[in-house]
């Protein structure tokens, strides 16, 4: 906890929570209260010229664009503006779970600063601090990747928050059983098959259906890790899934270079792993719908772990669904094995 950029926050918005916050550091189990917000919403504390004007619509252009990997157009976030003096004056705003501040004064010393929980728990705070547009303009286009992995890492840290609330047990157990690892699943999941290396584990209800599948095998080579053997290694495990039509699976959508899964490397958990967004289809029915795709490299056991999160909720939004999914997949982590499938 960084209690400069505390200090700095609670001197800009007279919020009389420092000896809240010291305390709270001295707990495991934090004191602060709930965030608060709708999935994936952020609010941006700024004055309404500025919203409007270019200030605004740099944020919108970047927070509010596109979300890629979906087959219906939805932001990456919801955006609300708050005026300042409202900021200062609701609880109700300031244990919102993701805050944007944009201060401008003339004299102002350029800064940019990320809070994690600082009204509320989970939540992080970013603020601007500029002069001027132009340096506003500059200093955003630095941080914003940064910005946005912020508040993608609390909406997970949030998700996974409520589910250990009421997780499945059973699927837990069988993870690590059977395959030496373990994710946060709610209530309502449960395994759909379980083989020796691969697993398929979902939840349906009448307005859509999620689930993660997983394959593991053995290390090879970095090779493994190039998006076209990532795709292959996916339609053979997604081979496995079937439809409701007789003869029909589970592939990849690539017939459109719209449609061409997008990759990226990230770090899950301390552990080395791509991910790729794209589309699902049935091959031999007219399903599809989004998959967020994890390969994970699980060093320490030699092997490869594969994660697959797709969502089926024809005609509906869907990305707060998969954000959900994205959640369970991103709790991933190892335990000692004490059993296999054979």
């Known amino acids: 906890m960084n209690d400069t950029h505390l200090l700095s926050l609670t001197k800009s918005f007279f919020v009389p929570v420092l000896a809240v916050l010291l305390s709270a550091c001295n707990y495991d189990v934090p004191v602060l209260p709930g965030s608060g917000g709708k999935t ?41 503006n708050i005026l300042p003096q409202q900021f200062n004056e609701s ?5 919102h779970r993701n805050v944007l501040i944009v201060e401008f004064a003339p004299e102002q010393k350029p800064g940019f600063e990320l809070v994690q929980d600082a009204w509320a728990y ?14 506003f303009d500059s ?14 890492a609390k909406e997970y840290q949030r998700i996974q928050k409520v589910f250990k609330a009421g997780h499945a047990v059973s699927v837990s157990e069988g993870l690590q059983k059977r395959y030496g690892f373990d994710l946060v699943f709610p209530d309502g999941f449960d395994f759909s098959a379980a083989d020796k290396d691969f697993g398929w584990i979902r939840k349906e209800s009448k307005d859509y259906g999620q689930g993660i ?75 599809g719908g989004p998959f967020v795709n994890y390969l994970i490299a699980d060093t320490a056991n030699a092997r490869l772990v594969m994660l697959d999160a797709y969502l089926y909720s024809p005609r509906k939004p869907k990305r707060d669904l998969l954000m959900q999914l994205e959640g369970i997949a991103r709790s991933f982590h190892t335990v000692q094995k004490t059993d296999t499938i054979q």
């Not at 944020?59 to 890629?68: K, M």
């Not at 989970?122 to 340096?135: E, R």
């Not at 200093?139 to 993608?152: G, N, P, S, V, Y």
């Open 122 to 135: 989970p939540q992080v705070v970013a603020k601007f601090s500029v002069p001027n547009q132009k340096v």
């Open 139 to 152: 200093l955003f286009d630095a941080k914003k990747e940064r910005l946005m992995a912020a508040f993608h």
């Open 213 to 287: 599948i997983f394959s593991i095998m053995p290390y090879r080579s970095q090779n493994q890790f190039e998006p076209e053997n990532i795709i292959a290694a996916r339609n053979l495990m997604c081979s496995r899934i079937p439809g409701p039509a007789e003869d029909s699976y589970m592939s990849t959508e690539t017939a459109e270079a719209e449609y061409t899964p997008i990759c990226r490397v990230i770090d899950l958990n301390g552990f080395y792993a791509v991910e790729t967004r794209g589309l699902w289809r049935l091959e031999g029915d007219f399903m």
């Open 40 to 80: 994936c919403e952020v609010i941006v504390v700024t004055p309404k010229n500025h919203w409007d004007g270019a200030t605004g619509k740099s944020i919108r252009a970047f927070l509010g664009a596109v979300q890629p990997g979906l087959n219906q157009p939805e932001p990456y976030f919801d955006l609300v």
């Open 91 to 95: 609880e109700m705003f300031r244990h």
